[in-house]
């Protein structure tokens, strides 16, 4: 059977992670592009290079341009750049809105079957758009938040708790950055909802440390932000849909009347599987979490209507 094939456009921080976590897992051939000359390339030379030692045996390339990501199965867009100091909310909504234009048109032209994994910033708003300008069908334009912030909330759980983060589930949902809801209720540690095992001062510390996660780590860096975590995250959406796991993972999602919204991309439990977004569930809310999801939707769908559509 032919090896599938990913493509990684933006052969920056992320986009390097999630090659060298798709390589380790042997997803499939990988293409990487990126506008910067020789950047590509040498990710990929340097990732291949290390496939004797890591034990993988997959094509891995660079590109500046899209013939080489020609029938990619999946296609992830992590091209983009992050807020600089002075830039607003909206200037870097109108960059990195150009940016993903151009780029999805490309992908769509090369592989016009691929499933497209968002990852540029803002999450939510990045996904809408990429799942307009491809014309595809909702299932296949999928954004990635939810498996990080989940991620990042079983982390310090497990710690809090002194107990491995293998038994820690999460789920976080909304949109992503300040406006995500993580839901304690929908928290366990096999099974066991972590409302029983720790207090709810304990438990808003948490959630507290989730929300601003990304920027605890961007004040510790200085420059960029977190790759590391986001690579894996995205890499487990690509096997979970190229192996057909069926897998239920928070993801951002097309929503048509579920969590009573419409016409708006938001993080919610989905299925993954071969055709991308297989289904998106809906779990029950109590009044409070019903509010928080509103008020998530409501500045996402405010960030939405400011795309230049
Ligand atoms: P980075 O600056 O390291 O990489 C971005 C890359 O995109 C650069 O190499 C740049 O040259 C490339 N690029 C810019 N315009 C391009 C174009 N037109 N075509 C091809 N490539 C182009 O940034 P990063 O840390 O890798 O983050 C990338 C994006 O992902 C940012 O928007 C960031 O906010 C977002 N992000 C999202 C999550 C998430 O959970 N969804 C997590 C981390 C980062």
Redesign the pocket.
């Known amino acids: 059977m032919a090896r599938a094939k990913v493509a990684i456009?933006?052969?920056?921080?992320?986009?390097?992670?999630v090659a060298q976590w798709a390589a380790a897992k042997e997803l499939g051939d990988i293409v990487l592009?990126?506008?910067?000359e020789g950047?590509p390339e040498g990710r990929a030379l340097d990732l291949w290079e290390s496939g004797p030692i890591c034990g993988f045996d997959l094509k891995i390339r660079g590109s500046q341009g899209y013939e080489a990501t020609a029938d990619s199965e999946i296609v992830i867009i992590?091209?983009?750049?992050?807020?600089k100091p002075g830039m607003s909310r909206e200037d870097l909504l109108r960059v990195?809105q150009?940016?993903v234009e151009?780029?999805v048109g490309e992908v769509v032209r090369w592989s016009p079957d691929c499933t497209l994994i968002?990852?540029?910033?803002?999450?939510d708003t990045?996904s809408y758009l990429a799942w307009k300008v491809s014309g595809f069908p909702k299932n296949r334009v999928v954004?990635?938040?939810g498996v990080?912030?989940s991620s990042r909330f079983r982390a310090f759980v497990a710690e809090e708790l002194g107990i491995s983060v293998e038994d820690t589930q999460a789920l976080v949902l909304g949109g992503?950055g300040d406006e995500m809801v993580p839901l304690p209720r929908y928290c366990t540690v096999s099974g066991i909802p972590i409302t029983q095992l720790l207090a709810c001062d304990r438990i808003q510390k948490i959630i507290d440390r989730t929300v601003n996660a990304?920027g605890e780590i961007v004040k510790l860096l200085k420059t960029?932000?977190?790759?590391v975590?986001?690579g894996a995250?995205?890499a487990e959406m690509v096997e979970a849909i190229l192996r057909d796991k069926k897998r239920i993972m928070p993801c951002s999602a097309y929503l048509d009347g579920e969590y009573g919204l419409k016409d708006i991309y938001f993080g919610v439990p989905a299925k993954l599987g071969a055709c991308g977004v297989e289904k998106v569930i809906e779990v029950e809310l109590t009044e409070e979490e019903r509010g928080f999801m509103e008020r998530s939707a409501a500045l996402v769908r405010r960030s939405i209507s400011s795309l230049n559509l």
Request: aromatic letters at 2%.
């Open positions: 456009v933006g052969a920056g921080n992320v986009g390097a992670s592009v990126d506008i910067i950047l992590t091209s983009g750049v992050a807020r990195n150009n940016i151009s780029v968002m990852v540029t910033n803002p999450l990045m954004g990635q938040a990080l912030d992503h990304g960029g932000s977190a790759y975590s986001p995250a995205v």
